[in-house]
């Protein structure tokens, strides 16, 4: 994915229909887009139909462009925009928009939904912000997971590299995404503490520190003349974390006694009463897990989870264990925390995987990605007894310090079959806790709005469920119902002396898909045809033609359409209709070419499949010339 292609271009209407383009062409100098042709991508705005959101505030007539020319009119005014992870957990990213300045609030990725066959992330649509490209001033990162970094490598040419600024273990991670991407040389990136203030322009912004389960993660105050927000960043409580480092509960009460306007809080634990475990109780459970075991010991946890990689490297070095690493992504991030120091494992107790085999079980504990199941991941291939060091046996313990995903369910189920079947004892959450989420619970979220005590509330990062969920916690904590946003991606809150005003305007998003080496949009040709072959199959029909005529009969074959038995029924009809196709184009236009021949057999033998069997698989005729 080394090719990125140019979102401008593609506004600029050089890929059409979204299609994803093949290769992309010298980059255009930095520009303005005239107006027409913001115009232009007005009407493209599609949502996904199964997106539709019955009771939004989104009325679909209003677009980026006239959007524009009234922030310009009325500079006297905060302008909030998030243009992602409010309809899904994910892609998060916020624009913040004051007189001729933007700021952005991190530019994460989202993993694709089920449906969205063969693509790889979704990031946010950032048309809007293209189109503003020179006022952008800065990117923010509250913290260096995916959700929240992930984008950054296929928008920040578009963007013409903006500043990130960022915690100094949120910038190593974004670091590394832009290596990847050889982006790294053009970008600037700036470390930010909790102590001094940054300013772009009249947006003054202070950083405080929030527990998560990676470390170094931040939440902001935002300080404009027409009034102040407050960002949470994913968060939640918890007094003994794993890394030690305390959230900044007197800076974020500081902020709620200066007045904080309007608060965007984290919603992704909003449906669970109580408070989000502490990461200590999880690490005093792994340390009795690692205690009782006598055979090896394999530990599977995100591999952004540093502080209690930490912990467990201590346990592992008490009790005479070593450590080896296992799955790319743990190996680099171990590598690089180490080298940011947010890791120190005690000495000695890293040991190569390679070497994992020349110690005796019981001094042998492997750190694994691979805890949702993902198929190429480390505990996969043990699972299927096909990692290279380490094959799986009776006497093997694997901990799955994770819970599965939404969605994941079913790999990890599969997963714990295959280690089981090869013989290891697995303890995971349902037997004891061995692991706790990263976003703060119910109690949590109050507490953050009892700190900031904010004027309004718009819960953020979450689908509308989770986040309808937080948003009835405000008028528990004395935050006035009507002053309790539900917002959608591309929704505009104004924020004018303090007071907030729900625009009822839409920048309008769109579902930008990165799919390989290319970008585009959901609805594509592309996408239809990836999802008509994985419900319903392909019909491949060859017909020979010489000069016109058809040469022999069509040969039909199918994958993944129907059983033989159906399929034997119909075949003599679908060669007849394609054979009728070809003829009666023939005697219209002798001229006829080899693509239209294919259109019209693809309209024929699709038309009778959906007839005779209420089916609509990928038809795909090819005319071969003899
Ligand atoms: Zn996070
Ligand atoms: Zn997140």
Redesign the pocket.
């Known amino acids: 994915m080394k090719k990125i292609d140019k979102l401008s271009q593609w506004l600029k209407g050089a890929v059409k229909g979204g299609d994803a383009p093949k290769a992309s062409s010298p980059k255009p100098k930095a520009q303005h887009p005239k107006p027409q042709q913001q115009k232009k991508t007005g009407h493209q705005n599609q949502k996904r139909s199964h997106k539709k959101k019955p009771g939004s505030h989104s009325p679909k007539k209003k677009t980026a462009a006239p959007a524009q020319k009234k922030s310009q009119m009325h500079n006297n005014v905060l302008r909030i925009i998030p243009i992602g992870g409010l309809e899904e957990?994910?892609k998060?990213c916020m624009i913040i928009e004051y007189e001729r300045d933007i700021v952005i609030i991190d530019m994460?990725f989202q993993f694709p939904e089920d449906e969205m066959f063969g693509v790889d992330y979704v990031i946010p649509d950032i048309q809007y912000l293209v189109q503003r490209r020179k006022r952008i001033r800065a990117i923010l990162i509250t913290h260096g997971?995916l959700?929240?970094v992930g984008a950054l490598p296929y928008v920040m040419e578009d963007l013409g590299f903006p500043v990130i600024y960022g915690s100094k273990l949120s910038l190593g991670l974004c670091k590394k995404q832009l290596q990847e991407r050889n982006l790294l040389k053009q970008s600037t990136l700036k470390e930010v503490n909790n102590k001094d203030t940054y300013t772009f322009g009249k947006i003054k912004v202070d950083f405080f520190r929030v527990n998560h389960s990676i470390p170094d993660s931040m939440g902001m105050a935002i300080r404009t003349p027409e009034g102040t927000m407050v960002h949470t960043g994913?968060f939640k409580f918890d007094f003994t974390p794993a890394d030690g480092i305390e959230a900044d509960i007197g800076k974020m009460s500081a902020i709620g006694k200066r007045g904080v306007n309007i608060m965007f809080s984290?919603s992704?634990n909003a449906m669970k009463p109580g408070h989000t475990m502490s990461e200590r109780v999880v690490g005093e459970n792994l340390r009795r897990a690692i205690e009782r075991v006598e055979g090896r010991i394999i530990i599977a946890c995100f591999a952004s989870l540093i502080g209690r990689i930490q912990q467990i490297l201590e346990f592992a070095h008490e009790h005479n264990r070593k450590v080896f690493v296992s799955g790319g992504s743990m190996v680099r991030n171990v590598k690089m925390a180490q080298e940011l120091g947010f890791l120190k494992p005690p000495r000695g107790v890293l040991k190569d995987i390679n070497e994992v085999n020349n110690f005796p079980d019981n001094q042998v504990l492997v750190i694994t990605t691979g805890s949702q199941g993902e198929p190429m991941a480390a505990l996969s291939r043990m699972a299927t007894a096909s990692h290279r060091q380490l094959k799986i046996r009776k006497g093997d313990t694997v901990v799955l310090s994770a819970s599965p995903i939404i969605g994941n369910e079913s790999a990890v189920a599969f997963l714990m079959d295959g280690l089981s079947r090869l013989g290891a004892n697995i303890v995971h959450n349902r037997i004891m806790d061995v692991h706790t989420s990263g976003h703060g619970q119910q109690e949590d979220l109050k507490m953050m709005m009892a700190l900031i005590k904010p004027d309004n509330l718009v819960p953020i990062?979450g689908n509308h469920f989770m986040r309808k969920a937080h948003a009835g916690l405000g008028p528990k904590v004395g935050i006035l119902e009507k002053n309790v946003h539900m917002m959608d991606n591309g929704n505009v809150i104004e924020l004018r002396k303090g007071k907030v005003t729900f625009k009822h305007e839409d920048v309008g998003v769109r579902y930008v898909v990165i799919d390989g080496l290319g970008q585009g949009d959901l609805g594509s040709v592309v996408q239809k045809e990836r999802e008509a072959m994985a419900k319903n199959g392909v019909v491949n029909i060859v017909l020979k033609m010489k000069k016109g005529k058809m040469v022999g009969k069509p040969v039909v074959t199918t994958h993944g359409f129907v059983y033989k038995k159906e399929l034997e029924k119909i075949e003599a009809d679908i060669v007849k209709k394609a054979v009728d196709a070809v003829n009666k184009l023939h005697a219209k236009d002798s001229r006829a070419r080899a693509h239209d021949y294919e259109n019209v057999v693809r309209g024929a033998v699709s038309g009778l499949i959906l007839k005779r069997l209420d089916r609509r698989p990928l038809v795909a005729p090819t005319v071969l010339h003899v």
């Open positions: 957990v994910g998060n994460g997971h959700d929240h994913d984290d992704t990062h």
